[in-house]
């Protein structure tokens, strides 16, 4: 097994991105096609499965910490529910863009290090939809996968990533024929 741990980005990722918003309720989490089913066949790959998600809406008063754990439950209920997982969620709600907690900063994988000591960085996928999640790997020695779809319409330079996919199902659908993606 090549990639032991999966970190995965939630908006743009999981759910559909808000443009300029966030979401703030469970009825505004709206799944994408395919993560689910996705996250269903990523399941028995892979021996831990995180959220890392900056959700600067709560620091800046946009949205509760106890509304984004609703959310967040709500999510993790419906991910089991389709037989996928998720073992942790690490969540910055800072405001301040250079804190060491929120993306690109390493800061949620070292927390997540410390709960998981066995992570391997190296053997670790981070797949994200922007610029501060490809910067995240980058910053922490993991692959760096980019789902094209999401919020960056913009062009990114392809040294940012190490694989490229429209969506999660795409990338599931590869990496069980092939972890090398
Ligand atoms: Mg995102």
Do not use: W
């Not at 053997?123 to 790997?137: K, T």
């Not at 062009?155 to 795409?170: G, H, M």
Request: one cysteine or more.
């Amino acid at each position: 097994m090549k990639y032991t741990s999966l970190f995965l980005d939630r908006d743009g990722v999981i759910n559909r991105h808000r443009p300029a918003d966030y979401v703030k309720t469970i009825e505004e989490f709206e799944f994408l096609p395919g993560s689910l089913e996705a996250l269903r066949l990523l399941s028995p790959l892979f021996k831990h499965i995180f959220i890392v998600t900056n959700q600067r809406g709560v620091g800046k008063g946009v949205m509760t910490v106890r509304t984004l754990e609703q959310i967040h439950a709500y999510m993790l209920d419906e991910i089991i529910r389709h037989q996928g997982r998720i073992d942790h969620i690490y969540v910055c709600t800072d405001i301040e863009t250079e804190s060491f907690n929120r993306k690109p900063q390493p800061g949620m994988a070292r927390q997540a290090l410390q709960d998981y000591p066995d992570i391997s960085f190296p053997r670790s996928m981070m797949v994200g939809d922007s610029v501060s999640d490809l910067l995240f790997a980058r910053n922490t020695g993991m692959r760096a996968v980019f789902i094209d779809a999401g919020i960056e319409k913009k062009e990114i330079k392809p040294s940012l990533y190490d694989a490229r996919f429209p969506d999660l199902y795409t990338f599931a659908e590869k990496y069980i024929k092939d972890p090398d993606v």
